[in-house]
Structure formats: C-alpha cells, structure tokens
C-alpha cells in the first residue's frame, strides 16, 4: 500500500529564512509519481510540482527546489528567502504510474507553514 | 474563470436535511473526483468519476450520494449527515484517470458544518 508521510506538522519562521518541509513515502511500485501542492487560506490545493520515479535530478523554480532521493524515499522542498504570502499548507502526494482504471493520488497530512514579517 | 469551480462555498446544515455540493471544471478534463479533508487527517479520496462513469467508491457511507451527469460537472448529493462529516469537501478534475503522473486540479471547497 502506499503511504505519505510529512512527520513536520507546523513550522514557522520569520520572512527570508529558507525552509525545507520534508516527505518521505512508502510504495512497492518501481514507476510512480510524486508531487506537492499548496493549500493557501482560500482552500483550493495549488499544484507546485511533479516528478516521476525515474528522474532524481533536482529542480529549481524561483525560490522553489526539490530534492528527490530515492535511496531514502524522501521527496522533500524548500523555499527560499521565505516571504509572507508562502504562508499555507503543503501536501506531499503520491501516485502509481498506471493502475488501470483506479490511479489516484495519496496524501501526506500536510504541514502548515507560517511566514511572519 | 477558475478551472474548478464548487458550491457552495459554505454550507450548514442539520442532520435531517438535504443538500447537495456542486462541482463545475472548465478544462475539458475527463476524469473528476470528491476528496474529504477533515482536519488533522490526510485528504481521503471518497469518489472517482470517468467519462461520467463511477470507477472508484472508496468505502463511503451512502448518505454520500454521488451523480456525473456529464464529464464537466460533478454533484454530492447529501442526506442524514453527522457532525463528523463536518469537513472541507474539494472536487477535482484530471485530463484522464488513468495516472501516467498527471496532476489534478482542484476547487476551493465546500465547507461542510453538520450540526
């Protein structure tokens, strides 16, 4: 079964401190996907970033990265130069590549972040 | 015009009423999906639908009632709730179902107050 983890439940740090959320995930599958998302106040979950199992290069966006490390199953991201309106939830997700007619993605718990001025 | 839309975007109701939450996508996607988020949990995933057809039912009381009418538009019919279905109720679409890593994309929610 799959299964999602984010041990961190609430950070908080003061605006321009980096900030890694961390996401460690358990599958038997050998090709899946993983992804985060961001939850800001207004409840609609913003999708940030896919990766599939067979690519761990590291990707950078702005002051967004990503670190996957298959070797400890840990997907996890940073912001850098933390601003204010970083300031949500964030989910790590999983999915298997292919499940026929039943592909769905599974949650971690989500870690609520707090930026403050 | 958002790609996902949903309402209400709140709602409260009494254990004997009926509702329904509403689920619209302007994506031209073919698959959508009710996701339960109650707080401290993980979002769990009650329904999917593809090309209006129910594909997965994961185990959801029947006072949850679903309807596809078509691929654009998604209901959650509701009837004799409990408090402890309280909870933000998200609606979301992909392009299909069948995974190869594609993202989906969600609504602002529902949020349910059973009272």
């Known amino acids: 079964a799959q299964k999602v983890t984010q041990a961190q439940t609430e950070i908080s740090v003061v605006e321009k401190e980096d900030v890694t959320l961390d996401c460690v995930y358990e599958?038997?599958?050998?090709?899946?996907?993983l992804f985060w998302y961001k939850q800001p106040p207004s409840g609609e979950l913003v999708f940030l970033i896919r990766r599939n199992s067979f690519d761990e290069q590291n990707e950078i966006s702005g002051r967004y990265s990503w670190n996957f490390q298959k070797s400890t199953s840990s997907f996890n991201f940073t912001i850098t130069a933390s601003q204010v309106v970083d300031s949500a939830v964030y989910f790590c997700?999983?999915?298997?590549?292919?499940?026929?007619?039943?592909?769905?993605?599974?949650f971690g718990k989500g870690i609520t972040l707090s930026v403050r001025p | 015009e958002t790609g996902v839309t949903q309402t209400p975007r709140h709602l409260v109701m009494g254990m004997t009423n009926k509702k329904s939450l509403k689920c619209e996508q302007h994506l031209g996607h073919n698959a959508m999906y009710w996701y339960k988020q109650s707080a401290k949990k993980p979002l769990e995933l009650m329904f999917v639908?593809?090309?209006?057809?129910?594909?997965e039912n994961n185990s959801v009381p029947s006072r949850f009632s679903p309807e596809c009418p078509n691929s654009s538009h998604l209901f959650l019919h509701l009837h004799t709730l409990q408090p402890e279905d309280s909870a933000l109720y998200l609606c979301?679409?992909?392009?299909?179902?069948?995974?190869?890593?594609?993202?989906?994309?969600f609504g602002q929610g529902t949020r349910l107050t059973v009272v």
């Open positions: 979301a679409s992909s392009p299909t179902v069948t995974g190869w890593g594609t993202e989906a994309f």
């Open positions: 639908y593809s090309l209006e057809e129910r594909v």
């Open positions: 997700a999983l999915s298997e590549a292919y499940t026929g007619a039943n592909s769905k993605l599974t």
């Open positions: 599958t038997r599958d050998t090709t899946y996907y």
